[in-house]
């Protein structure tokens, strides 16, 4: 099972795939976490990484896929793995169906999760006064919101032409109404695909 999670910055997507890990007894593969730990570590990928987050850009396709790649093997062991920030562009989502291909895997299910642009900038802005995030201020959030929706959302559509259902669901919310929702929405395996 290879599910993903999508939602614009500040929706609450890695909270909610830590959860939906557990419930579903699959890896949560963040990328996010991934590039976070580089840094800290102050790696050559960390450092890399650090320079392109603090100017608010994307980590490049290429640079992504090779980290994704190579932890997929670890992560996806059966029954599967949802991924938490990839893909993000629509050259991520083709090297990812290679990848899975070549495993003889496909996605089956794709979450997104809705909330008004707006909150989530206070929401990120709150986060970053509480936790100390140099990458969370407001212009590089305004950034990171552009991007989203400039070749995030692309993706999504992509997957639709492609027979994924999306399942949508309203970000909102305490973190447990949130999972009530999706957990609803996962509730039936049949509605996960349009095909």
Do not use: C
């Amino acid at each position: 099972m290879i599910g993903l999670i999508f939602g614009p910055p500040g929706s609450g997507k890695g909270t909610q795939a830590t959860r939906i890990g557990e419930e579903l007894h699959v890896s949560h593969l963040s990328t996010g976490e991934i590039l976070r730990a580089e840094m800290a570590r102050g790696s050559e990928l960390g450092r890399e990484v650090e320079r392109i987050v603090a100017a608010g850009d994307l980590v490049p396709d290429e640079l992504m896929d090779r980290v994704v790649d190579g932890r997929l093997d670890d992560a996806g062991k059966p029954p599967g793995v949802l991924l938490d920030g990839f893909p993000r562009t629509l050259e991520q989502a083709r090297a990812l169906e290679a990848m899975l291909a070549r495993r003889g895997l496909k996605v089956g299910f794709l979450l997104a999760l809705q909330a008004p642009e707006k909150t989530l900038v206070e929401r990120l802005l709150k986060r970053a006064a509480q936790e100390g995030r140099v990458d969370d201020t407001r212009e590089v959030i305004e950034e990171r919101m552009r991007e989203y929706h400039q070749r995030t959302e692309a993706v999504l559509d992509h997957y639709r032409r492609n027979g994924i259902r999306v399942l949508e669901v309203d970000g909102m919310g305490t973190v447990d109404e949130v999972f009530e929702r999706i957990r609803a929405v996962l509730a039936d395996p049949q509605s996960w695909s349009s095909r």
